[in-house]
């Protein structure tokens, strides 16, 4: 079964420093991954999707991923948060069963960005 | 891409009542999905919404608590019955189209609290 577990409940960073998300995922084959941010009281919106093409992926909002076989992760950086940045986000893993296309989300790490 | 209206956008419901909330794509969809996201959790997949036929329910998930309709391709709802306190979440539909990187779109959500 595939999963994602994500390493941090809460990150807190200075505006301006980078920011790094972690997350690891578990999948019996090569898996589809994905960043979604969802800001207060808004909807999901998609950062990044890697889907077994180029290991770095590049996102929306200067936001990349870097997909590591090796380690099984899929960590989120940013070389410089904006405080537009703070939001929840979400490490999901794609799981296909038949003819659906389901994700499966992580438990969310909360980014806060101060001055 | 594909925008979804969701409506109620929120709602303050009574114990025992029921609330049927909409879901409406700009698009034709393959796949739609209701989600649920309690307050500070992450998002649980409640059910796919099958076109023409009943829903498939995730594990912890049935269809008298959740009845489910989907009548076309960018149409759906999903009704919360018999709703108790602990039904006081936040409700998202999401689509996409099979045979692409799985990529879904979300609604905004509809916040229902339930007294």
């Known amino acids: 079964a595939q999963s994602v577990t994500q390493l941090d409940s809460h990150v807190s960073v200075s505006e301006g420093t980078p920011v790094l998300l972690r997350c690891n995922y578990s999948s019996s084959y090569s898996p589809s991954l994905f960043w979604y941010v969802q800001h207060p009281n808004k909807g999901l919106q998609l950062l990044l999707k890697?889907?077994?093409?180029?290991?770095l992926v590049k996102g929306i909002n200067g936001f990349e991923a870097e997909f590591k076989k090796s380690e099984t992760s899929f960590h989120l950086t940013k070389p410089s948060a904006h405080m537009s940045d703070a939001a929840e986000y979400f490490c999901v893993v794609r799981r296909n069963t038949g003819t659906a296309s389901k994700l499966t989300f992580g438990t969310g790490t909360r980014l806060q960005v101060t001055l | 891409s594909a925008v979804i209206s969701q409506k109620p956008s929120r709602d303050i419901c009574q114990r025992g009542t029921s609330l049927t909330i909409q879901c409406q794509v700009d698009s034709q969809v393959t796949m739609m999905f209701w989600y649920r996201q309690q307050p500070g959790q992450s998002l649980t997949l409640i059910a796919t919404?099958?076109?023409?036929?009943?829903?498939?329910?995730e594990s912890g998930f049935v269809i008298d608590k959740f009845p489910i309709s989907r009548p076309n391709l960018t149409f759906s709802t999903l009704t919360v019955s018999n709703m108790s306190p602990e039904d006081s979440s936040i409700y998202l539909c999401?689509?996409?189209?099979?045979?692409?990187?799985?990529?879904?779109?979300f609604g905004e959500g509809s916040r229902l609290t339930v007294l």
């Open positions: 890697y889907t077994s093409a180029a290991t």
């Open positions: 999401s689509a996409g189209r099979w045979g692409n990187t799985g990529e879904l779109f």
């Open positions: 919404a099958n076109q023409g036929s009943e829903a498939t329910y």
